[in-house]
């Protein structure tokens, strides 16, 4: 009997030391010289990459708004849940960066005092590239996010369909024109400092992810893999309604799924074993 204890206490040692083998970097650093500061961000690395030589498919995980680059290793557990899923095959060891948005809401400004989007793809993905061992190739990079995160993780499948093989929304903070004519909907100083006073611009309607998906040209509509997912209870329920209606109106291939739960993290706790396994088979089809 003791015999069998102590066997079965070294499995269980060996197995949870697997489980742990992962890096979790957070507070890594990028000197923007568009945004003239430093932005933060945190990588997970999986099992295997300090001792092997093989290059890695890469997850950019967007925060929402309030948050920053640590919210989605600390509330959202994404070291935990990334290792079970990779462990147990559901999803392929991949690296995921999670990079500090402040309430940028993951574009430029009207008036470029705060170019994020611009940071993100001129500077960020290649810094990423160049610092860690990436496939580098669009098949193997994939964006999710919550709330405003979701919105960012259409925005940039949308504006730069070439550099991503999926991307999936969570809670994805997508309004409607009409929202917005509301005084600014629910953000108004914010959206008035991002989109211009007046709000519904020419430069909102260029960062409209219902106006984009609109007038999303016949030959990029297969571009992108979608999987919109968002509670049942949300307050951000009717744009992303409003996206899937439009998207299965314009014949865009998507997944749309409405569970039980609200704008929480235990909502998105549970939905981040989906997302991986999703953009898996994105990077495993190629």
């Not at 083998?21 to 003239?36: E, H, I, M, P």
């Not at 949308?158 to 309004?175: D, I, W």
């Not at 519904?200 to 999987?227: C, D, I, Y």
């Not at 329920?237 to 996206?243: E, H, K, P, V």
Request: glycine share 6%; charged share 25%.
């Amino acid at each position: 009997m003791r015999k069998t204890i102590v066997l079965l206490t070294l499995i269980f040692a060996a197995s949870f030391k697997a489980l742990a083998a992962s890096v979790l970097k957070q507070d890594c650093t990028l000197l923007s010289r568009t945004l003239d500061r430093e932005v933060r961000y945190t990588v997970y690395l999986p099992d295997g990459y300090d001792s092997d030589e093989r290059s890695y498919p890469v997850l950019y995980l967007l925060h929402g708004l309030g948050d920053d680059h640590r919210s989605w290793s600390q509330q959202g557990e994404v070291k935990a849940i990334a290792d079970r899923a990779i462990a147990a095959g559901e999803a392929a060891p991949m690296m995921i960066i999670m990079p500090d948005a402040g309430k940028s809401w993951y574009v430029d400004s009207y008036d470029k005092r705060e170019a994020y989007e611009t940071m993100f793809f001129e500077e960020l993905i290649p810094h990423i590239d160049r610092t860690f061992r990436t496939r580098t190739e669009k098949e193997y990079r994939a964006v999710a996010g919550l709330s405003m995160g979701g919105y960012g993780a259409l925005v940039y499948a949308l504006h730069r369909p070439e550099l991503f093989s999926a991307s999936c929304p969570l809670s994805a903070a997508v309004f409607t024109d009409e929202e917005l004519a509301d005084r600014g909907g629910v953000f108004p100083e914010l959206f008035s400092r991002i989109f211009g006073p007046e709000i519904l611009t020419e430069h909102w309607t260029r960062n409209s992810v219902l106006a984009l998906v609109q007038a999303m040209p016949e030959g990029q509509k297969n571009a992108v893999r979608f999987r919109i997912d968002c509670g049942d209870d949300d307050f951000l329920y009717r744009g992303n309604s409003a996206l899937h209606v439009l998207m299965r109106d314009r014949g865009i291939p998507h997944e749309y799924r409405v569970r039980d739960g609200g704008h929480t993290w235990t909502y998105w706790r549970t939905a981040l074993p989906e997302v991986l396994v999703f953009v898996s088979r994105s990077f495993r089809r190629s």
